[in-house]
């Protein structure tokens, strides 16, 4: 009974993205679905379980159409990569043996870009009155690339890609024409905020361009994580390699330190952006086993750190002390510890039952959620005692906008855990709400500046 169940399902969503399609008439989608329960059906007398039948089935009508492939692309689960044979459509349009070569290109390129400055006396291990210029534009030597090849991959279309050549153009023209004057904490808003805002323009790209759907949201959510840990590795072994490259000229009396300054590390860097992306999409399998075991390792540490936190502040009676490192500090806590939450729900199966991981997960919600409700009231109470400053109000909203967020999450976590709703709500909220943290980023990253007169 349950696998006609989890059968219907799966032709459900089906038939659901059949109807997504203008061109597609009832009609026609119960005509399409009569041929594909056939399919299934002949497949299931030859010995296949419901599961295997309905991929298949799904495999061959795509090779006749365009919209099974389309369901292939929303729907990115586990089992449908075990399964389906990689079909040539616009995702991939040169083929994959080309797809090296492309990035490949792409890491040069960066490569290159990173070194440009310095033909105009940029270095990025120089003076301290060169530093801003590379903190402002970092991000402009890595994340262009990134998304290009996104563009590629995804075979965008004329509009979209002007959308993001816009975005960065507007991002890269505004950073480096605001007069920034002391103390510099709106420079240092931005610059934090900046890279933040672009990673959600990458999104874009990476949905190639339909950035409304909720599972392409939640594949780059995915992606983030995997990106993330295939990025420290790459980070780890470059780091043993720089070590070893030490050593080895010391060996001979040479000191490599400005040649690993100026050209290794740079470059190796800004080709990791790309490379690692890459690694995600071609070696997906690898990770896709390792993140879920380090969420499940990570959120109860996390969770048992926060309890801690809340006992121990509550026995002695101390407060959250609002200054500005902290202020940092604690919502670069909150934010890894929603990430955390965002790539477990990411990773999970939301037809699956609830288990104990589940309930984990809601102590982590609400312990985060007392936390953030403790950090807004004390800055509250600073802004009342001392007044506004640029780091008090970016902490002041961000607290507010993860209180939402992690309070409606506890809400739908108890619902789901009380067989009251399922685990879809949960996880379409979080997709729902990645826009709300782009325009805010938007919004500290440009607007404040002028707001705050650039202090």
């Given at each position: 009974m349950e696998t006609d169940l989890n059968l219907e399902k799966r032709i459900a969503e089906w038939r659901a993205c059949l109807l997504n399609y203008k061109a597609i008439a009832a009609p026609d989608s119960a005509e399409l679905e009569?041929?594909?329960?056939?399919?299934?059906?002949?497949?299931?007398?030859?010995?296949?379980?419901?599961?295997?039948?309905?991929?298949?089935?799904?495999?061959?009508?795509?090779?006749?159409?365009?919209?099974?492939?389309?369901?292939?692309?929303?729907?990115?689960?586990?089992?449908?990569?075990?399964?389906?044979?990689?079909?040539?459509?616009?995702?991939?349009?040169?083929?994959?043996?080309?797809?090296?070569?492309?990035?490949?290109?792409?890491?040069?390129?960066?490569?290159?870009?990173?070194?440009?400055?310095?033909?105009?006396?940029?270095?990025?291990?120089?003076?301290?009155?060169?530093?801003?210029?590379?903190v402002?534009?970092?991000?402009?030597?890595?994340?262009?690339?990134?998304?290009?090849?996104?563009?590629?991959?995804?075979?965008?279309?004329?509009?979209?890609?002007?959308?993001?050549?816009?975005?960065?153009?507007?991002?890269?023209?505004?950073?480096?024409?605001?007069?920034?004057?002391?103390?510099?904490?709106?420079?240092?808003?931005?610059?934090?905020?900046?890279?933040?805002?672009?990673?959600?323009?990458?999104?874009?790209?990476?949905?190639?361009?339909?950035?409304?759907?909720?599972?392409?949201?939640?594949?780059?959510?995915?992606?983030?994580?995997?990106?993330?840990?295939?990025?420290?590795?790459?980070?780890?072994?470059?780091?043993?390699?720089?070590?070893?490259?030490?050593?080895?000229?010391?060996?001979?009396?040479?000191?490599?330190e400005q040649t690993v300054a100026s050209w290794v590390l740079p470059c190796g860097v800004v080709g990791a952006v790309v490379i690692s992306a890459w690694l995600v999409e071609a070696k997906q399998s690898i990770i896709e086993n390792m993140a879920p075991v380090l969420a499940r390792i990570f959120t109860p540490l996390f969770a048992l750190l926060l309890l801690s936190f809340l006992v121990i502040m509550l026995a002695t009676g101390r407060g959250i002390n609002v200054e500005r490192d902290v202020l940092i500090g604690f919502d670069l806590l909150l934010v890894l510890i929603l990430g955390l939450l965002l790539y477990s729900i990411s990773a999970r199966d939301n037809q699956a039952p609830a288990n104990l991981f589940d309930w984990l997960q809601l102590v982590l919600v609400i312990s985060a959620l007392l936390v953030d409700i403790l950090a807004l009231l004390a800055i509250v109470g600073r802004i009342s005692e001392f007044g506004f400053s640029p780091n008090k109000v970016a902490a002041l909203g961000l607290n507010i906008i993860l209180v939402v967020n992690l309070g409606w999450s506890a809400v739908l976590l108890v619902r789901f855990l009380t067989q009251r709703s399922t685990f879809v709500p949960l996880a379409h909220w979080q997709t729902a709400y990645i826009p709300v943290y782009a325009f805010w980023t938007g919004i500290v990253a440009l607007l404040f500046p002028a707001i705050f007169n650039y202090r």
């Open positions: 009569d041929h594909l329960r056939n399919q299934i059906a002949i497949l299931g007398e030859a010995g296949l379980d419901d599961e295997e039948a309905f991929i298949i089935a799904v495999r061959r009508m795509g090779e006749a159409d365009s919209i099974s492939r389309e369901f292939a692309l929303e729907y990115s689960e586990r089992l449908w990569k075990q399964f389906t044979p990689p079909v040539k459509t616009i995702e991939n349009r040169w083929g994959s043996n080309h797809e090296p070569t492309v990035v490949i290109l792409l890491a040069i390129l960066a490569a290159v870009a990173v070194k440009i400055p310095a033909l105009f006396g940029m270095q990025l291990n120089g003076s301290d009155a060169e530093m801003p210029f590379w402002h534009n970092f991000s402009f030597f890595t994340l262009p690339f990134l998304t290009s090849y996104f563009v590629w991959k995804r075979g965008l279309e004329i509009k979209p890609i002007l959308a993001l050549a816009v975005t960065f153009s507007i991002a890269a023209l505004a950073v480096n024409l605001m007069p920034f004057t002391e103390p510099h904490h709106t420079e240092g808003l931005t610059s934090i905020h900046l890279p933040l805002m672009l990673w959600f323009a990458v999104g874009f790209a990476y949905a190639g361009g339909n950035w409304k759907n909720h599972d392409r949201r939640m594949n780059y959510v995915r992606f983030t994580g995997e990106w993330f840990i295939y990025i420290s590795l790459i980070g780890s072994g470059g780091g043993v390699l720089v070590g070893a490259a030490f050593f080895i000229f010391y060996a001979i009396g040479l000191n490599a």
